[in-house]
């Protein structure tokens, strides 16, 4: 076979046979090229992933058929344009190509997700720039808001909707507002965003202006921030002043709500600041005259006021005489008793009561008041109600170690010396003889008028028993007794339970020589009775060594009465016997 020239080669290897066995015209190679061109220049290119710009071509029950400027037409799922329910033919979308060809051939288009693309741009760009964005609040959630931003949930925190503190997150749901993006959460696709940062830069710039004219005195309106139990937060435009609680007013008040509410709009007058001008302190009450100015002129010590007790303490009771105007009622001052107890036992917060005013300051401005003065002083008539000698009854109000004191009526009260207690015992402390609450029968012995004392006995109510005792337990008698207690220089012995003796230490030894002690029942001689100092001595020795004398002198007695007779050998033998037995004895 003949070689084919370089010219034939060239046909058969550039020429189209798919096309000539179809019976496809051929085409003008410059033609091709310019179509070729047309259309990279006028179609876009499917492979790219990319928002693109389409109009809508036609909506059915399901799709919205949208051209792209591709070489197909794209379809979109309907349900992507709830949001726009009036969407029509010839309107704009934004879109991107999800499938670009499906099993039928058809290019899939996604306008949510371009949606979501170009938003989360937008949102990225804000939080570069700074632009202030529109948001949609569409819930409350945990700690804040929910807001649509271009299409995107972003979180509003629940101090970042105002600059003062928000009670009522409800009223802001539903509503457009105004935003700052300030944080953006790449990872978690995560968006903050905050209306509060708006407030503050226009805020900043009066705070500026405000702080720049403050001075001390000047008068100025604010708005009720923020009450705490320490006292009232002021918004003076963009600067925060503080009310304490005792410049709020001039009368006393427990908490500051019981004078301001939040939100309320009032004229507060400037006290002092720092240096900064940061913290600043007002005052409410300065912008009213104060009332002791505006007291009763004619008002004077010994007048009856009324009022309404606003504190207690301990010491005693303030008194609100006017709004504003106090007087202290000191416990000494509220009963003619002499046993000061707490104010609390005569007032309590709310009573009204009726005082009379025993001290006026009016430079100063305070007031001392007194309540029993409205009484009569129960010591004004006291020696016609209790002259000496006169028996009452009265309560055992306190003990002393020297006595007891004994109230006979509120403001009269007596004491009765420990030695006026009993006429037998010995009572070393009052707690022996009674109880405080008990009632005590007692007698006047002595009254001092200017001093306001009394002076009472209890035993001097019965007869003294010691008139008797002289009879019966007189020098020489002997009684059986019981030993009591033992004390350093002897014993104290009981006789009936009602006579007390005491028992030297040298009149204890028994006759075998040995010590009595305490417990032991025996017989005790009286060696010594005072009827004026209440004392009666007593001896056991006494009892048998009496009775030994008493031998020795009955045998002397027989041995003189012999005159010259001669003493028999027994009788000097006897005498020996028993002299011997008495020295013994000492």
């Given at each position: 076979?003949?070689?084919l ?10 020429f189209n046979w ?7 015209d ?17 179609f ?6 990319e928002?693109?710009e389409g ?16 070489k ?8 992507e ?17 999800d ?8 290019l ?5 997700k371009?949606r979501?693309?170009k ?8 939080h ?8 949609f609040?569409?819930c409350?959630?945990?700690g804040?808001?929910?807001?649509d ?5 972003a ?14 997150y ?9 935003f700052?993006?300030?944080k953006?959460n ?13 407030i503050?830069a226009d805020?900043?710039?009066?705070k500026?202006e ?8 000047q ?8 009450i705490?139990?320490y006292?009232?937060f002021i ?7 503080l009310?304490h609680?005792?410049d709020?007013s001039?009368?006393r008040?427990?908490h500051p709500?019981e ?20 913290r600043i ?10 009332p ?6 004619n008002?004077?010590?010994g ?6 007790v606003?504190v207690i303490?301990?010491y005693?009771?303030?008194?609100e ?10 416990v ?8 000061l ?29 007194g ?14 109600k ?10 055992v109000?306190?003990?002393?170690n ?11 009260d ?14 070393k402390?009052?707690s022996?003889?009674i ?19 009394l002076?009472?006995s ?9 008139d008797k005792y002289e ?9 059986s007794?019981t030993?009591t207690?033992?004390v ?12 007390v003796?005491f028992?030297?230490s ?5 006759e ?8 032991d029942?025996?017989d005790f001689?009286?060696?010594?009775f ?10 056991h ?11 020795v002198k ?9 005159g ?8 000097i ?13 000492e």
């Amino acid at each position: 076979m003949a070689e084919l020239s370089k010219a034939q080669e060239d046909f058969l290897t550039g020429f189209n046979w798919h096309n000539y066995s179809e019976g496809i015209d051929p085409v003008d190679e410059k033609n091709l090229r310019e179509f070729e061109e047309l259309v990279a220049k006028t179609f876009i290119s499917t492979n790219q992933v990319e928002v693109v710009e389409g109009v809508v071509v036609r909506v059915t029950d399901r799709d919205v058929i949208v051209d792209i400027n591709a070489k197909s037409e794209g379809v979109i799922s309907l349900n992507e344009f709830r949001y726009n329910p009036s969407l029509k033919v010839g309107d704009k979308v934004e879109v991107l190509i999800d499938v670009r060809e499906d099993k039928t051939g058809q290019l899939v288009l996604s306008h949510k997700k371009a949606r979501i693309i170009k938003s989360w741009d937008r949102v990225i760009s804000a939080h570069d720039t700074g632009e202030i964005v529109n948001g949609f609040v569409k819930c409350r959630t945990k700690g804040g808001m929910i807001v649509d931003v271009f299409g995107i949930e972003a979180f509003l925190p629940g101090s970042q909707i105002d600059v003062k503190p928000i009670r009522d997150y409800d009223v802001y749901v539903n509503k457009m507002m105004e935003f700052k993006v300030v944080k953006i959460n790449h990872e978690f696709k995560n968006v903050v965003v905050s209306h509060k940062a708006l407030i503050e830069a226009d805020i900043e710039v009066q705070k500026r202006e405000i702080i720049g004219q403050l001075e001390k005195g000047q008068v100025l309106e604010g708005i009720v921030k923020n009450i705490t139990s320490y006292g009232v937060f002021i918004d003076l435009g963009g600067v925060d002043g503080l009310i304490h609680i005792t410049d709020l007013s001039w009368s006393r008040i427990n908490h500051p709500s019981e004078v301001l509410e939040l939100d309320q709009k009032l004229n507060v007058v400037i006290l002092d600041f720092d240096d900064e001008k940061t913290r600043i302190q007002l005052g409410l009450k300065q912008l009213f005259p104060h009332p002791w100015d505006a007291l009763d002129s004619n008002l004077a010590i010994g007048d009856k006021v009324k009022g309404k007790v606003v504190v207690i303490a301990d010491y005693g009771a303030f008194i609100e005489v006017a709004e504003g105007v106090e007087g202290l009622i000191h416990v000494s001052e509220m009963s003619w008793s002499t046993h000061l107890r707490s104010a609390q036992d005569f007032v309590k917060v709310g009573d009204q009561v009726e005082a009379v005013i025993l001290t006026l300051d009016r430079d100063e401005r305070k007031m001392s008041l007194g309540i029993k003065q409205l009484s009569q002083d129960p010591w004004t008539d006291i020696t016609t109600k209790y002259p000496v000698g006169s028996r009452h009854t009265g309560i055992v109000r306190n003990f002393t170690n020297f006595g007891i004191f004994v109230e006979l009526e509120e403001g009269i009260d007596g004491l009765v010396y420990i030695s006026d207690l009993s006429w037998t015992k010995k009572v070393k402390h009052p707690s022996e003889f009674i109880n405080i609450g008990d009632s005590m029968d007692v007698i006047v012995l002595e009254l001092d008028v200017d001093g306001r004392k009394l002076s009472l006995s209890h035993k001097q109510t019965t007869e003294n028993p010691w008139d008797k005792y002289e009879g019966t337990y007189g020098v020489g008698t002997v009684h059986s007794g019981t030993i009591t207690e033992m004390v350093d220089k002897g014993a104290t012995v009981e006789f009936g339970g009602e006579v007390v003796a005491f028992v030297p230490s040298r009149h204890l030894e028994k006759e075998d020589g040995k010590k009595l002690k305490k417990g032991d029942v025996v017989d005790f001689k009286v060696i010594e009775f005072n009827k004026e100092f209440k004392r009666i001595v007593a001896s056991h020795t006494a009892t048998f060594r009496d009775e030994e004398d008493k031998n020795v002198k009955q045998a002397e007695m027989a041995a003189s009465s012999t005159g010259n007779e001669k003493s028999t050998l027994g009788d000097i033998d006897a005498l020996a016997e028993l002299k011997a037995k008495m020295e013994k004895n000492e």
